[in-house]
């Protein structure tokens, strides 16, 4: 008789390896720094032991309730036993409300329970009989008195029986994982016959002792409560390096939830790690977020400031500057000082930069064959043409002159005094006379009716030929003018400023200003 070796069942085998967890391990690497872990290749012979519910290993239990909820139902909430490791790395919140100086957490003796990857930043010494105290912290959401206060994660302790807890004796992770060792022992020692899918059903059904079986339906959400909870669990999700549930079709909702989670994460100490995320994904739009902060830049400046994103940033701070003071006020509301002072010297900038090329316009002027420099009494005719440039680059790049009864005020009070005109203009308009410089098409301005007109001013001047040779000559004029305005035709934007669509059409100011990493309110690694 031949006799062979038989494979060990699934249960044999679930007795001898345990159960499978994400151990947290102490770790002096700041939370700035990704809590790299791998979502594949894991075994399944545990499900439960995995975001958001670490039954097995997880010490940091989290309740997020809806604020808004009719009478007589239940609020819907969303529950997370999550690692105090993994918390206290990724936002400043955790770390100091779970210090010692703050904590209100309460030991739980576990000395019998098979807990897998116990870490030591959670535990004390052990007793004689081989006990040891663990500490567990629980967190619920308060909404705060009215809609005016922020929701905030506040700290229960044991004497808060509001609702049930993960960590109770006979409901929780500790009672799982205690009836999963004994079932596993049992099945070791007396039968070899179940199946491994029997195995993993049961484990699934008493993974799921500590969420409670009959509870009654919870109230349906409003979209404030599903936007709150959304963002809480976007947070966490992060936290454990899963990527966060976003719009990824329409780039004006994914704004929204990205600057709902950054708010979010702001509030709790957490934009080192959330930041890059929501970088991550907002860069996926390409041309149609170009698009978006050109045409709201202060809204994506501050994105882009909250995210440490430096695309976004530097996209939407070129805006700014070609616009500014445009938006002042609202940018002093929205972004701190510190940004402000980047957005001024930056216009200081440019605008120096447009001095100098101004003042080379101004000089700009046509010679005679001898190559002495028009004048009225060297050769009229050309000398028209020059004026007549100026006269235009004059009124382009003046700020507009005050109302008529401002004006008629300030003679009544100080004679026949004029009023002086604004030091300089907005950058926005000299940027649209500088645009117009330099275009391609010199049609677009000074044409063949302008000259015709300012011609017949002078009717003993105009003629067919006369005409003909004033139009020559501004062509020579406005050939100077486009070398002269070109390094501020250039471009530090992504946006496609030689495209046709309707958003680059539409910018009229300047979009040359650099943006380098010395310049971002935050430090860059070059």
């Known amino acids: 008789m031949v006799s062979t070796l038989e494979p060990p069942p699934a249960s044999s085998t679930l007795s001898r390896r345990g159960a499978s967890s994400v151990v947290s391990r102490p770790s002096s690497i700041s939370r700035t720094k990704r809590y790299n872990r791998s979502h594949t290749g894991g075994s399944s012979h545990v499900p439960a032991n995995d975001f958001p519910i670490f039954t097995s290993s997880g010490d940091v239990e989290i309740i997020i309730r809806a604020r808004e909820c009719p009478p007589g139902q239940t609020p819907a909430q969303n529950r997370y036993l999550l690692h105090r490791h993994t918390l206290t790395r990724c936002s400043g919140f955790f770390e100091a409300s779970t210090a010692a100086e703050w904590s209100r957490a309460r030991p739980l003796l576990i000395g019998d329970l098979p807990r897998v990857g116990e870490s030591s930043a959670s535990s004390v010494n052990g007793s004689d009989d081989g006990s040891s105290t663990t500490l567990r912290w629980r967190y619920e959401l308060d909404p705060g008195a009215g809609d005016s206060e922020t929701p905030m994660l506040i700290q229960k302790d044991e004497s808060d029986k509001s609702s049930q807890s993960f960590f109770s004796r006979s409901n929780g992770p500790a009672a799982a994982n205690s009836s999963s060792a004994r079932y596993a022992k049992h099945a ?7 199946s491994s899918a029997s195995s993993s059903n049961f484990f699934r059904s008493v993974a799921n002792l500590g969420l409670g079986s009959h509870q009654p339906a919870a109230a349906p959400l409003s979209q404030a ?34 600057k709902s989670l950054l708010t979010l994460a702001d509030q709790y100490d957490a934009l080192a790690v959330v930041g890059p995320r929501v970088d991550h994904h907002m860069l996926q739009f390409q041309s149609r977020l170009w698009k978006q902060i050109a045409k709201y830049p202060i809204s994506y400046l501050r994105l882009g400031f909250l995210a440490r994103s430096k695309v976004m940033f530097q996209e939407a701070l070129i805006h700014v500057v070609g616009q500014w003071p445009i938006g002042e006020r609202s940018l002093r509301a ?11 010297d930056k216009a200081d900038e440019l605008e120096e930069m447009v001095n100098r090329v101004e003042g080379r316009l ?46 008629r005020h300030t003679n009544s009070r100080d004679g026949a005094r004029p009023p002086l005109p604004p030091i300089a203009p907005p950058l926005a308009s000299t940027g649209r006379a500088f645009r117009t410089l330099g275009t391609a098409s010199p049609a677009t301005f000074l044409g063949h009716d302008e000259c015709k007109r300012f011609l017949k001013l002078t009717p003993d001047l105009y003629s067919r030929d006369n005409l003909r040779r004033f139009e020559k000559r501004m062509e020579e004029i406005k050939v100077m003018a486009r070398e002269i305005v070109k390094p501020l035709m250039t471009s530090g934007l992504e946006l496609d400023m030689n495209g046709t669509s309707r958003t680059s059409d539409g910018i009229s100011y300047l979009t040359c200003t650099v943006v380098t990493n010395r310049d971002l309110p935050w430090d860059v690694e070059d």
């Open 362 to 407: 101004y000089r700009v002027g046509l010679v005679n064959n001898r190559g002495e420099r028009v004048s009225p009494s060297t050769h009229y005719l050309d000398w028209l043409v020059v004026s007549l440039f100026r006269q235009w680059l004059a009124d382009h790049t003046s700020p507009p002159p005050p109302p008529v009864d401002q004006r």
């Open 225 to 258: 409560d599903q936007d709150l909870m959304r963002d809480y669990d976007n947070l966490f999700r992060i936290f454990y390096n899963y990527p966060p549930v976003l719009d990824g079709v329409n780039v004006a909702d994914a704004y929204v939830q990205c």
């Open 334 to 344: 929205a972004l701190p000082e510190v940004v402000l002072d980047i957005i001024e």
């Open 188 to 194: 070791h020692v007396h039968s070899r016959s179940i």
